[in-house]
């Protein structure tokens, strides 16, 4: 039986779809995701009154349009179970490669100038109903990192409606969640910094951090339309999409972040998590973000009293003129590889 009201029965089931305001099946095996929260609401009227002359009282009032444009799901990230929601805003993935003759595989996710067409169709599960959201765009992605946690994931969305009886989703009872599938965990990391014009990133480049946060957005415009419909139709873009890597340095050591602030000296970023489990045989479970130009927007050096001094900085990402040394082909802001057990393309 359910345990009505109870969070521990939802289940998250994500598939990428083809035609905006029209549901595809999640009800499968393997396309469960686990969240911590949502926050796409059933329905955000903006409630429309009539106010016409000739009653004393407000009647035939009408919910007007429905708004769900400022949306997220917020989950503890993991290395297996969200390809497609991470491709989603990418853009390209392509057909993953086999690492050695193991039951590991390599998916590399690079960005695509324009998202026209990619989304696909939201299910939670909630113990009592289905909540069908039949097209979700991915707005943005927000890895942010504590020491002795797990990394969070909030992944921005832009639905188009949510509905309690669904198109295509009225069970998930056939949804199943891939084995093992770990999560990333904050001692899983390793960030690397080093000017863009110098060599490969090398462990020496290591920078300590005892918090971080990846965040990445694409700005979209979504519109009510004339279909007699109250959802909106497919966003587009609308602005230049921003990468920003925020960091609590551990320890107050060099000047060099606030001169090369000063200067505009551009690095190069390298983050890697490793899971101490294998995905296969002398493959661990990876996921690893490159970006090739990196300028900080703000380093704050506080002094507040006999305590340490923490620095706290920030950089913005930008496509690069060309390649920087060890991040081969890699112009466009960032690149994330996956490792893990999935064999097909991530936006098959």
Excluded at 30 to 54: E, H, K, Q, W
Excluded at 250 to 263: G, H
Aim: charged share 20%; hydrophobic share 45%; aromatic share 8%.
């Amino acid at each position: 039986m359910a345990q009505y009201g109870s969070g521990v029965d939802v289940i998250a089931a994500f598939k990428k779809a083809a035609t905006w305001h029209t549901a595809v099946s999640v009800n499968s095996a393997n396309l469960g995701f686990r969240i911590l929260s949502d926050t796409i609401a059933m329905g955000i009227p903006a409630y429309v009154p009539d106010n016409s002359l000739g009653s004393a009282w407000r009647k035939g009032g009408d919910l007007g349009n429905i708004d769900l444009t400022n949306s997220d799901i917020t989950l503890e990230c993991r290395y297996d179970s969200l390809n497609t929601l991470l491709a989603m805003f990418f853009g390209v993935a392509g057909a993953p490669t086999q690492l050695g003759a193991t039951t590991a595989y390599r998916h590399t996710l690079t960005l695509a100038n324009s998202l026209d067409g990619l989304f696909g169709t939201l299910a939670v599960y909630d113990g009592i109903i289905v909540r069908e959201t039949p097209s979700v765009k991915v707005r943005g992605l927000e890895f942010t990192g504590r020491a002795g946690e797990a990394i969070q994931l909030r992944v921005m969305v832009i639905p188009d409606d949510r509905l309690e009886a669904g198109q295509v989703n009225t069970t998930l009872a056939s949804v199943t969640f891939i084995a093992v599938d770990p999560r990333l965990m904050f001692d899983d990391a390793l960030i690397r910094i080093n000017t863009a014009s110098g060599g490969a990133l090398a462990n020496s480049d290591t920078f300590y951090a005892s918090a971080f946060t990846l965040s990445m957005e694409r700005p979209f415009r979504s519109d009510h339309v004339t279909d007699r419909r109250r959802s909106v139709s497919e966003p587009i873009a609308d602005g230049k999409p921003t990468f920003q890597l925020s960091m609590t340095e551990d320890r107050f050591s060099t000047v060099s972040r606030i001169t090369d602030l000063k200067n505009r000296v551009l690095k190069k970023v390298d983050i890697e998590f490793l899971a101490g489990v294998n995905a296969g045989t002398a493959y661990p479970y990876r996921m690893y973000f490159e970006l090739p130009a990196m300028a900080y927007s703000d380093v704050r050096i506080p002094v507040s009293g006999p305590g340490a001094i923490v620095p706290d900085i920030v950089l913005q990402g930008e496509e690069a003129v060309t390649a920087p040394t060890g991040m081969v082909g890699l112009v466009k802001p960032v690149r994330l590889s996956l490792d893990n057990i999935q064999t097909v393309d991530s936006l098959a």
